[in-house]
């Protein structure tokens, strides 16, 4: 938790006086609002006292009311109450931008109580005027003044989303900002028609870009990528782990805070022309030629979001190693919408399904003529006759920050069991994964599918997105081969929409959160991984059959600024010029942690008594890792840069001597898409022809991930750039990956 400076120490005390201030500016007018209008109807008073009694009385009273302005008021005292208790915990390191918001807030307020007074005081002046152009054309003048407040809210939206996270706004070409205002004023204008000309729609519209501009703040601030369509999708899941991130503003989001707030209070002073009739339902006020504009505005918003490719017509192109530069260089509401408009699976030039079937068939026939060997024949005896239960352990965020040379020159080198210890692995090495920072359901659904992001469209979530009833897994290709499939992750079964997930991907059970113990250790995060590893022992242990298990583990989640790692686990290290060091030594302390657990973890499985095979990976680094690869390695072209802040660590063991192989720690680097493949292969699994065609494939294009692909030569580069054999094995698997998942989805 970061305290405020000196400088702002007064900031809690200014917030309460304001939030106290404007409750009570609220209370005063009201009553004194009340005293001035009922004493003009006094006489009306009396006369429903005499006619209805008391209620006759209380309905005149609340007649006399202006409910709906005071109404008006309740968003600002509350956010301004919002403000002031995170202010007063320390979750501010700004500066004066909260003065200029309490007093922009305040006087908001004031304008929207005394609306009203003001309209009633400029009709009556127009209509003393002796003017004939004024009197002849209120109504016009009412209409501009109207397109002139949706238009100022829509500028006002643009800049709350942009601000709290876009520190390069100044630089935004100006066409990218209009198109982002034009999307946003097609929004607002529907919503005022669908309030019935009321600015209720458009105040909603106001507070909404704040929200998304202050969300896209924390998201890049935690996860260093920017808000995608997926998101919205696993917004439950970010509400589950919130819990271990802490929100601190600074002054730009007070900014865009101040910015909404004055589109609020213009939206307050959307009116009708002329007011209701009191005698006709409200469903009927002015609803027919409302609703019928708010349909024609709402259909020009689809139009310009769904009809032109941004690519080609605003020059929108998306880097997606690179989102949150993306973000910033065409504006939050473009960037977001062309990536939408590609999350659709595209079906193939050319493709047809028997022609799909034809290369899978072919590619698995040259996977097998280069592993016809007596070798893989007597793993595939083995496995038949053994069939081991196969554990896969998907640890999160673990990754060996030693590839950053800034990081390795302070005197860190990695997690040392799975680098060092496991000297008896079947293979090892480095894991290519298609997420950083988070979307850890991306590197489990690659593994479990063998599907690579890198075909599936950039910023998706299948888990949240797709249905994955008919999609090719390992938990079915297990249970084929008489295996039982069980799942488990100690967390809520929701997060990542795992309860339907991995129904959907062939699992028997999935033990969640509630099938742990309440009392459970924890660390950092959540459960420590060595409680998963004991339901694990305990699920092989009471078995009498095979099972694949996967285990997917909580404790590394981020954020690393929580500040509750134990003092006797905590690291040292010091890194100069990138990052911070408390932050950076709460990751590699838990990583320690995790590491020590997989060491205790696998002597239990020497000893178990059972022929048992472990996969163990991370998901993908932490979001930390970018500002280490900028400082160690400045200038580098991407996508190469940013590959290396895409790489975990994997290792395949057995506890018993596989046939055919030497198990010796064989390193080999490999794409997570390719992991459960590799696996099935190195334990004389039978594989699927997909499988062998993946594998075959390796020879000409290495690695495939959402970054684009690997050359032969080690080499990073984006899809569209691929020529020659590695264009034409793209094109074949992209074929195979639409037959095998865009089909089926």
Not at 579 to 597: K, Q, R, T
């Amino acid at each position: 938790m970061i305290v405020n400076d000196p400088g702002t120490s007064s900031l809690p005390t200014n917030l309460s006086a304001t939030v106290f201030s404007g409750v009570l500016l609220v209370v005063a007018y009201s009553v004194a609002d009340v005293l001035v209008r009922t004493n003009r109807k006094r006489r009306l008073m009396g006369e429903a006292a005499r006619h209805d009694g008391q209620a006759g009385y209380v309905r005149t009273l609340l007649s006399v009311l202006e409910l709906s302005v005071v109404a008006w008021t309740v968003v600002p005292i509350a956010l301004l109450a919002t403000l002031q208790a995170m202010v007063s915990q320390g979750l501010f390191t700004g500066g004066n931008s909260v003065d200029r918001l309490s007093a922009v807030t305040f006087a908001g307020i004031a304008l929207l109580l005394v609306r009203n007074r003001l309209a009633g005081l400029v009709s009556d002046w127009a209509l003393r005027m002796d003017a004939r152009f004024l009197r002849s054309n209120l109504r016009a003048l009412h209409a501009a003044a109207t397109v002139v407040i949706l238009v100022a809210i829509s500028i006002l939206g643009a800049l709350a989303i942009e601000v709290p996270s876009n520190n390069a706004i100044k630089s935004l070409p100006a066409r990218y900002f209009l198109l982002e205002v034009a999307i946003i004023l097609l929004v607002v204008v529907t919503a005022y028609f669908l309030s019935l000309g009321h600015g209720a729609g458009p105040a909603v519209v106001a507070v909404s870009c704040l929200v998304i501009g202050v969300a896209e703040y924390f998201v890049i601030l935690f996860r260093n990528s920017a808000i995608t369509f997926s998101d919205l999708h696993a917004l439950g899941t970010a509400a589950e782990v919130s819990s271990g991130y802490t929100f601190t503003l600074t002054d730009d989001v007070m900014v865009a805070t101040t910015y909404s707030m004055v589109a609020y209070v213009l939206a307050g002073y959307l009116v009708p022309w002329a007011p209701a009739r009191r005698d006709v339902p409200w469903w009927r006020r002015r609803s027919t030629k409302n609703l019928t504009a708010a349909a024609v505005a709402c259909a020009a918003t689809l139009a310009l979001v769904l009809v032109p490719n941004y690519r080609t017509a605003f020059g929108v192109n998306i880097s997606y190693w690179d989102s949150v530069g993306s973000y910033k260089q065409y504006g939050f509401l473009p960037s977001f919408v062309m990536g939408v408009r590609e999350a659709q699976i595209r079906r193939p030039v050319n493709y047809s399904e028997s022609r799909a079937k034809r290369l899978e068939k072919s590619y698995a026939a040259k996977f097998d003529a280069q592993n016809n060997t007596d070798a893989r024949k007597a793993a595939e005896q083995q496995f038949a006759q053994v069939k081991p239960t196969v554990i896969a352990v998907m640890n999160e965020t673990f990754s060996d920050m030693s590839v950053f040379e800034d990081i390795r020159a302070a005197g860190y080198d990695g997690p040392q069991y799975l680098k060092h210890g496991l000297t008896d692995s079947l293979q090892q090495g480095a894991l290519d994964v298609s997420v950083r920072g988070g979307g850890t359901c991306n590197s489990e659904f690659e593994f479990l599918t063998g599907i690579s992001m890198g075909f599936v469209p950039a910023n998706v979530f299948p888990y949240q997105t797709y249905s994955l009833g008919r999609v090719h897994s390992l938990a079915r290709q297990f249970k084929a081969l008489g295996y039982h499939t069980v799942a488990l992750h100690p967390n809520l079964g929701t997060n990542w929409n795992r309860n339907m997930a991995y129904r959907e991907l062939g699992f028997d059970r999935f033990l969640d959160i509630g099938s742990f113990p309440a009392d459970a250790p924890t660390l950092h995060a959540g459960v420590r991984d060595s409680v998963t590893y004991d339901k694990v022992i305990d699920l092989v242990e009471k078995s009498d059959g095979p099972q694949f298990i996967l285990d997917v583990t909580m404790q590394n989640h981020g954020g690393y600024n929580l500040r509750n790692t134990p003092a006797d686990i905590l690291t040292g290290y010091n890194v100069d010029g990138a990052g911070n060091n408390d932050d950076l030594n709460e990751y590699l302390s838990v990583i320690g942690a995790s590491d020590e657990d997989l060491r205790a973890f696998v002597e239990r499985l020497r000893a178990i008594g059972k022929p048992v095979v472990l996969v163990f990976f991370g998901d993908h680094q932490p979001g930390i890792s970018p500002a280490y690869n900028d400082a160690s390695y400045p200038g580098e072209e991407e996508p190469g840069h940013s590959a290396r802040t895409y790489q975990t660590r994997y290792v395949i063991w057995a506890n018993y001597d596989v046939a055919g192989r030497d198990q010796l720690a064989t390193d080999a680097t490999v794409c997570a898409s390719n992991l459960g493949a590799t696996l099935m292969n190195a334990i004389g699994a039978p594989l699927s022809r997909y499988q062998k065609a993946e594998l075959f494939s390796t020879t000409v294009v290495p690695q495939i991930s959402s970054l684009g692909y690997q050359a032969p030569d080690g080499t990073w580069h984006a899809m569209p750039d691929a020529q020659g054999d590695q264009e034409r094995d793209l094109a074949d698997l992209r074929t195979m990956f639409y037959y095998e998942f865009g089909s089926r989805v």
